[in-house]
């Protein structure tokens, strides 16, 4: 369900290849929304609001979580880095 970015390689560019949706993206939505990102902040309604918003299914939100999970630091940091653009 997860794949490389073909245009923007690093781990922090994993994407949804069905839905061509960056994880990137659903985890900062889901930061935002759940205010954190710790496995229990995320709750089931985290999850079917992220795909509802997203037009994602519920297993493509728990697909970019997993990736999230082996890939932290590196989305971590790109995430940092789009917020201090934005200061």
């Known amino acids: ?5 073909p245009h ?3 781990r922090a560019r994993g994407r949804l290849l069905a839905e061509s949706v960056p994880v990137w993206a659903i985890i ?4 935002a929304i759940a205010g954190s990102t ?6 089931e309604d985290v999850i079917a609001q ?5 037009d994602v299914s519920h297993e493509a939100v728990q697909a970019a979580l997993l990736y ?8 971590d940091a790109l995430l940092e880095a789009n917020m201090a653009g934005l200061e």
């Open 38 to 43: 710790e496995p229990d902040a995320i709750s």
């Open 1 to 5: 369900m997860v794949g490389p970015d």
């Open 50 to 54: 992220v795909a509802a918003d997203y």
């Open 28 to 31: 900062g939505y889901i930061a």
């Open 68 to 75: 999230y999970d082996e890939n932290r630091c590196a989305i």
């Open 8 to 10: 923007r390689p690093g």
